[in-house]
């Protein structure tokens, strides 16, 4: 008995914003900097140091979620994910799943004369 079956390809893509600090702290970001040079207590995950989101990632993730039409929360929540990182001294991660900063909408592509809209899930901070 033959099936058929509908091929499903889920990519989970990181783009770097261009800022000029980190998403959390005012530390430079920048890019080839030697090693520990550009961190604080927050980076370090210090007792006591709270981070700020940066205001200028959430402008050009706004840009990001008009330009291919999802729907930006009104609110979104931010959750610690609980690593080793040997790069990474507190061992954990900032990350946006179950309320991330906007979901749906797409992106239109172009091959070989013909066109297909891949569809978006969610756009994290």
């Known amino acids: 008995m033959s099936q058929a079956f509908e091929t499903v390809v889920g990519l989970e893509v990181h783009a770097q914003l261009l800022t000029r600090t980190k998403a959390f702290c005012g530390c430079p970001n920048r890019y080839g900097a030697p090693p520990n040079s550009l961190v604080c207590p927050v980076c370090t995950g210090a007792p006591g140091a709270l981070p700020v989101l940066n205001g200028v990632a959430v402008e050009l993730a706004t840009r990001v979620a008009l330009a291919v039409g999802a ?25 946006q799943y179950d309320r991330p900063f906007c979901e749906g909408g797409g992106v239109e592509i172009e091959r070989e004369g013909s066109r297909r809209f891949i569809r978006l899930t969610r756009i994290h901070l």
């Open 71 to 95: 729907t930006i929360r009104e609110q979104s929540v931010f959750a610690r994910k609980n690593y080793f990182y040997p790069d990474n001294p507190k061992n954990y991660q900032i990350s």
